[in-house]
């Protein structure tokens, strides 16, 4: 198998009414380059294991998923590290289980950004939060988007200001 650019690592917990959307989301892009998508479902005991297994069987990607179904409930961070420790690509992009993806050119403008500019280690970009069915401004970063599209943030930036990046 040839090294991925990327791996998307992907964690779930209970996420049936969430997680088909997650993964054709990602299943989805439009890339120019390997990606992997690694999935660690830990111990879900509604039918997330079920929509994860039927994705992988009938999407043309579904091949791309490495999917661990924990036999016992790790929790959030165990499992993180778990599905973290196997991603084998140069980049990581994060997608929780509960989350998604709208452009299908996601991955392929971080990449293009990250490779035409090494001396950075990672980018992100604005994201809207779902709440009671209509899409809002995360506040949090969009209170820091003037100022990181004048000047790169660093990292004291974020420590000093708590951490303004979304996993998604």
């Known amino acids: 198998m040839i090294k991925p650019i990327v791996s998307v690592c992907v964690i779930t917990y209970n996420h049936e009414h969430y997680i088909e959307q997650a ?11 390997d990606l ?8 879900s005991t509604d039918a997330t294991d079920t929509i994860i297994q ?3 069987n009938t999407h043309a990607n579904g091949h791309l998923i490495s999917y661990f179904n924990q036999k016992t409930n790790l929790g959030m961070m165990p499992n993180f590290t778990f599905a973290l420790k196997r ?3 140069k980049y990581i992009a994060l997608c929780e289980g509960d989350d998604y993806w709208t ?6 403008k971080q990449v293009d950004f990250l490779e035409l ?23 949090l970063i969009e209170s820091r988007f003037d100022l990181i599209e004048t000047k790169p943030a660093t990292i004291t930036d974020l420590l000093e200001q708590g951490n303004f990046i979304q996993t998604s």
């Open 23 to 33: 993964l054709i989301s990602i299943l989805n892009q439009k890339v120019n380059f």
């Open 36 to 43: 992997e998508v690694i999935v660690s479902n830990d111990c």
């Open 54 to 56: 039927s994705i992988i």
């Open 87 to 89: 991603c084998q690509g």
């Open 103 to 108: 452009d299908p050119l996601k991955l392929q």
């Open 117 to 139: 500019n090494p001396t950075f280690s990672i980018c992100f970009h604005r994201v809207k939060l779902l709440n009671g069915g209509r899409f809002v401004e995360d506040t």
